[in-house]
T-cell receptor, first 111, second 113 residues
């Protein structure tokens, strides 16, 4: 079974709208991170939320974490065409050095 | 700004050939990783490396794979005898500790014919 699963797999919205992506995971975590990947490029870190935090903001990004439901959401407000990319959640698992990535959400912002 | 660099950006090889993918992690980082991504699919963990030894590896990282840090700067992934299914984007990543963000390179695209 996968540690991180994003929902939806693909999302297409109009510029200016808000985009919400969700991530579910299965085991206990130290932290949860969100990354962005432009097509054919490397992953870029967006934001990290620790297991004892419930919400975090960075610019137009808002991340929530619900450890009781083992889920997180990433909200991008006032979306721009340049936000078009794939977004991945990644979990830091207790006792392990690796980050485990989900399937990703492909976000398309239509001008 | 420091960055992780990977070479080559694209390599085409014949099935059964050996391939070495190279990475230069950020200089003060201590934890090094290889991930791979088959086109359009999830980012899969291969191996983590700390203190000159493998600390974790996935089921994908079988005997055909090896990693090495031959000097103070390079971190290499070797695939001994490539298979068609090894075709993927391989990403190197590093970080200074186990609690923070990963810094990724731009990847090496491997095509096995």
């Amino acid at each position: 079974s996968q540690q991180g699963e994003e929902d939806p797999q693909a999302l297409s919205i109009q510029e200016g709208e808000n985009a919400t992506m969700n991530c579910s995971y299965k085991t206990s975590i130290n932290n949860l991170q969100w990354y962005r990947q432009n097509s054919g490029r490397g992953l870029v870190h967006l934001i990290l939320i620790r297991s004892n935090e419930r919400e975090k903001h960075s610019g137009r990004l808002r991340v929530t974490l619900d450890t009781s439901k083992k889920s997180s959401s990433l909200l991008i407000t006032a979306s721009r065409a340049a936000d078009t990319a794939s977004y991945f959640c990644a979990t830091g698992v207790q006792g392990a050095q690796k980050l485990v990535f989900g399937q990703g959400t492909r976000l398309t912002i239509n001008p | 700004e420091p960055e992780v660099t990977q070479t080559p950006s694209h390599q085409v090889t014949q099935m059964g050939q050996e391939v070495i993918l190279r990475c230069v992690p950020i200089s003060n980082h201590l934890y090094f990783y290889w991930y791979r991504q088959i086109l359009g699919q999830k980012v899969e963990f291969l191996v983590s490396f700390y203190n000159n030894e493998i600390s974790e590896k996935s089921e994908i990282f079988d005997d055909q794979f090896s990693v090495e840090r031959p000097d103070g700067s390079n971190f290499t992934l070797k695939i001994r005898s490539t298979k068609l299914e090894d075709s993927a984007m391989y990403f190197c990543a590093s970080r200074p500790d186990t609690a923070g963000e990963l810094f990724f390179g731009e990847g090496s695209r491997l095509t096995v014919l």
